[in-house]
């Protein structure tokens, strides 16, 4: 730990310390810019007495431990969001029950489907956005200041839309969203855009981020994954990127480095994946050959990072990185 205090990154994160991150140290002879913890899956598919799989799921700090939005498919299949809480951001106590949201207006009270959130601290609260059921998937937004009563605001788009991820802050006075517009079903297409909104209810200003890339580990569909990471040099974006094989989609993760005062204009690029479905519990399970990453815990002073994601569209885990070694190797490995 002592090491880790000492160590000052390359390229400064804009953001606050959290010197108790989830963290182990790379693997003793590996290069790797992102490696999983060693213990992984970090949530089994059955730690609740009725679940099916608990995976692409948010974890934030939260008053001097951590707290997370679950996604959490029950042995119904159905698919919907818990409340979670932790001391290490590794052992999770989940809620049996789902969120029990609290709406402005009951004609948005239907439940269809819930999934895949995030969760951000914006300037006075945690926001939590999702995959949300309402005449097709669109994006919900809500909040919540100590996850045990949620507040659920508005959907963010018309129907159809995936993977709805805010920024940390405004830019440029307004509350800025990564969102892709998709279809019904699978999707077998997906570009990133960027909406902006002066009050998280009206969404507009839209623009282009960037799309899938032909022949490569991104060349079905990309989407963003956890809340970008501010660097002085360019929002930090993981997201994931899709292929389409013999045996169906293949979901990996990549980075990308975004303009801090118009993050649809992309710095840099990965060409290769970071991290990509290799493990056991990340080729089998539910859907077999996905990674896909939801949140990342951030300590600024030394730059390490904690990235949560789905495996196998079945369990939890967790990997690591610094930072500026993500941005650094960014620089050599970019294709735009
Ligand atoms: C996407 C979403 C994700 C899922 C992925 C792989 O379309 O439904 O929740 O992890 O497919 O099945």
Not at 79 to 86: D, I, T, V
Not at 120 to 135: A, I, M, P, Q, S
Not at 296 to 320: K, N, Q
Request: charged letters at 20%.
């Amino acid at each position: 730990m002592e090491s880790q205090r000492k160590r000052t990154p390359s390229i400064d994160v804009i953001g606050d310390s959290l010197p108790n991150i989830p963290w182990e140290d790379r693997p003793p002879g590996s290069e790797a810019v992102v490696w999983r913890y060693s213990r992984n899956p970090i949530i089994p598919r059955d730690l609740l007495p009725r679940s099916n799989s608990i995976f692409n799921s948010a974890a934030v700090a939260h008053d001097g431990a951590f707290a997370g939005v679950f996604r959490v498919d029950d042995t119904r299949r159905l698919m919907n969001l818990h409340a979670g809480h932790s001391r290490d951001g590794i052992t999770w106590e989940i809620e049996p029950e789902p969120i029990a949201w609290q709406f402005p207006d009951e004609e948005l009270a239907g439940f269809v489907h819930r999934y895949d959130p995030r969760v951000v601290w914006l300037e006075d609260r945690y926001y939590v956005t999702w995959c949300n059921g309402y005449h097709g998937p669109t994006i919900g937004i809500g909040y919540t200041l100590d996850f045990r009563s949620f507040h659920f605001l508005e959907n963010a788009y018309l129907p159809y839309n995936r993977n709805g991820v805010l920024f940390p802050r405004r830019i440029h006075g307004k509350y800025a969203m990564l969102s892709r517009p998709s279809d019904t079903g699978h999707t077998p297409f997906g570009d990133i855009f960027y909406s902006e909104s002066p009050d998280m209810v009206h969404w507009g200003r839209h623009r282009f981020v960037m799309a899938p890339r032909a022949w490569t580990w991104q060349s079905t569909k990309v989407g963003a994954g956890p809340i970008p990471i501010e660097t002085t040099e360019g929002w930090l974006l993981i997201y994931h990127g899709v292929l389409t094989s013999c045996n169906g989609f293949v979901y990996s993760m990549g980075a990308a480095l975004l303009d801090l005062d118009q993050p649809w204009q992309v710095i840099y690029r990965s060409a290769p994946y970071l991290l990509s479905p290799q493990t056991p519990y990340e080729n089998v399970g539910d859907v077999p050959n996905v990674v896909f990453p939801c949140a990342a815990l951030v300590d600024a002073p030394t730059g390490r990072v904690a990235i949560y994601y789905g495996a196998a569209d079945t369990v939890t885990g967790l990997a690591f990185g610094y930072v500026d070694e993500i941005v650094e190797w960014l620089k050599h490995n970019s294709e735009l």
